[in-house]
């Protein structure tokens, strides 16, 4: 059974970083895409980063150079993250951890990410 589960949203202030952690559980890291996306208030949900199972990054424009994602393997659990730094107010969104393999998409449940001084 596939689960995801995000965790490290919250308030910042503009120039600060988050780090999200999404725990997979029932994901072969080797042949899933790991992605995030966001959604802010009004808007359609959008990819901000993925990496393949061959480790191959893809970032959307406005986030490269301040985000980064990767994956991590434990003895007993697998995280994908997103280290955000200089964050931006136009960053301000509810972020969700995605797993995809060819037609199967899972979603995790979105953690808030709110930049404001």
């Known amino acids: 059974q596939v689960q995801l589960v995000e965790s490290g949203g919250g308030l910042v202030q503009p120039g600060g970083s988050l780090r999200l952690s999404c725990a997979a559980s029932g994901i072969d890291f080797t042949i899933y895409t790991m992605s995030w996306y966001r959604q802010a208030p009004g808007k359609q949900r959008e990819l901000v980063a993925f990496i393949t199972g061959r480790e191959k990054e893809y970032y959307k424009e406005s986030v490269k150079g301040r985000f980064t994602i990767s994956k991590n393997e434990y003895e007993n659990t697998n995280t994908v993250d997103l280290q955000m730094n200089s964050l931006k107010p136009e960053d301000t969104a509810v972020y969700y951890c995605?797993?995809?393999?060819?037609?199967?998409?899972?979603w995790g449940q979105g953690t808030q990410v709110t930049v404001s001084s």
């Open positions: 995605n797993a995809r393999l060819e037609s199967r998409f899972y």
